[in-house]
């Protein structure tokens, strides 16, 4: 079964709005948790991550905000831009095994 | 520095037929992935290699999907026999010491 879930499926949004992409966990012995960005035709590359000390992760436009108590995180894009339309994927890793596991992704628009 | 490398880029087989994927990883990456990528399920992992032991091989997959590290330089990732349902994206990944997982740009096989 999933271990990591994602919503929505899909989102639109409008250039210069803020894009809200969830996540959710179940293995509460995940510490780490990388978003990935992936364009059509490409691989997915690291975007952003956080580990489970924090709480907040900001990187220019793109933040992470994490809920540990409730095994829940979410990517907050600022003013959205058409070149941020992609798909996202949320991912997660449990200390000492390198294995990332993946939820099924939010495909992004961003509409001028 | 050249990144995760995969040929073919597309494969087009029959059902029943063999097919066998390549990676080359990142050179000095000790641990390699395949994913299985599909609009429904996302990344589903296929197998895990750390310096070229196997340490997880997707149960899902098992009796079809044959993943090798036949030095640490390459990979394969045989399909043996293929079947439409088989029909994704296959992504080959490859990390070193730090947390950052590389992807190559995938091969898209379509099974009919």
């Known amino acids: 079964q999933q271990q990591v879930r994602q919503s929505p499926q899909s989102l639109t949004v409008w250039e210069g709005e803020t894009a809200i992409l969830n996540c959710s966990y179940e293995d509460s012995t995940f510490n780490y948790f990388p978003w990935y960005q992936q364009f059509p035709g490409e691989g997915p590359a690291l975007l952003i991550s956080i580990r489970s000390v924090s709480d907040k992760k900001e990187d220019g436009r793109f933040t992470i905000f994490f809920n540990k108590r409730e095994k829940k995180l979410s990517l907050h894009i600022t003013d959205s831009q058409p070149g941020d339309s992609a798909t996202y994927f949320c991912a997660a890793k449990k200390a000492n095994y390198n294995v990332l596991y993946f939820g099924s992704g939010t495909k992004l628009t961003v509409e001028p | 520095d050249a990144g995760v490398t995969q040929t073919p880029r597309h494969e087009v087989a029959e059902k029943g037929q063999t097919i066998i994927l390549k990676c080359e990883p990142v050179?000095?990456?000790?641990?390699l992935f395949w994913y299985r990528q599909t609009k429904i399920q996302g990344l589903e992992l296929l197998s895990y290699?750390?310096?070229?032991?196997?340490?997880?091989d997707g149960g899902a997959f098992k009796d079809r999907f044959k993943a090798e590290m036949l030095n640490s330089s390459f990979s394969t990732l045989k399909i043996q026999p293929t079947e439409p349902k088989d029909s994704a994206v296959y992504l080959c990944?490859?990390?070193?010491?730090?947390?950052?997982?590389?992807f190559g740009k995938g091969t898209r096989l379509t099974v009919v």
């Open positions: 290699f750390r310096s070229k032991s196997l340490m997880e």
């Open positions: 050179s000095g990456h000790n641990d």
């Open positions: 990944a490859s990390r070193t010491g730090g947390t950052e997982v590389f």
